[in-house]
């Protein structure tokens, strides 16, 4: 019974822990279909991030209406970008920058994961930063700022921890508060991945939730202007 009720989504261990911080945010993509930002917003949101690109090629179906709809709002927003283990990190920056415009009000963030073959096979630390370097490094020259980290617990432990000092992490933990193996301090925690809110008719149901430590005054303080 418990472990349906989590898998419903009904509870999420998460979601206890997460009550204790004041400022939230969404992260979405095509799968939530079309989405009434207002009324997203209204659910007590401070900050969405919304996928643009994955890839040194693909662009979500959604980006450029959720990317519009969600400027029309208060709502800090923000890009992310999946990053391929298959191209270079020079022309997935390059992809992104001609893709997201330059009037986002928080960093991109790039998405480092495993996916398909690579949770059986994954690279090496050597192979991912000799992708994530560059891709970071082009990123932060266009658009004046640090790109965020996303990264599940995993992903972390494999190719990001000990390094990346100034690029601030967006953690991946859906059970307990997270606690990063170099001692590291997150900026922003995504607590769960099946929430319901309403103002999206998607194929998918559930939604992304995160929060950030610190007072909204934080979250903004990572663009350039903040």
Do not use: C
Request: proline residues 6%; without cysteine; charged residues 25%.
């Amino acid at each position: 019974m418990l472990a349906a009720l989590v898998f419903s989504g009904a509870i999420w261990p998460g979601r206890v822990f997460a009550s204790g911080y004041d400022v939230r945010g969404v992260d979405v993509s095509s799968y939530q279909g079309e989405i009434d930002w207002p009324e997203l917003e209204a659910q007590g949101l401070d900050f969405a991030y919304i996928k643009s690109t994955e890839g040194s090629s693909f662009v979500d179906t959604r980006f450029e209406a959720n990317w519009s709809g969600a400027l029309d709002t208060e709502l800090l927003v923000g890009a992310y970008h999946f990053m391929s283990f298959e191209t270079p990190g020079e022309r997935q920056a390059e992809h992104v920058i001609e893709t997201v415009p330059d009037d986002s009000t928080m960093p991109v963030a790039v998405d480092v994961e495993f996916y398909g073959d690579y949770f059986e096979h994954p690279p090496s630390r050597a192979e991912v930063d000799a992708i994530l370097v560059p891709l970071l490094e082009r990123l932060e020259s266009h658009y004046g700022v640090p790109a965020v980290i996303y990264a599940t617990p995993e992903a972390y432990d494999r190719y990001i921890v000990g390094a990346y000092a100034d690029n601030p992490i967006w953690i991946r933990s859906v059970v307990l508060p997270p606690r990063l193996a170099d001692g590291r301090d997150w900026t922003i925690w995504q607590y769960s991945h099946r929430d319901r809110l309403e103002g999206y008719d998607g194929d998918e149901d559930f939604i992304d939730m995160n929060v950030v430590t610190g007072d909204v005054r934080r979250l903004a303080a990572l663009t350039a202007d903040g």
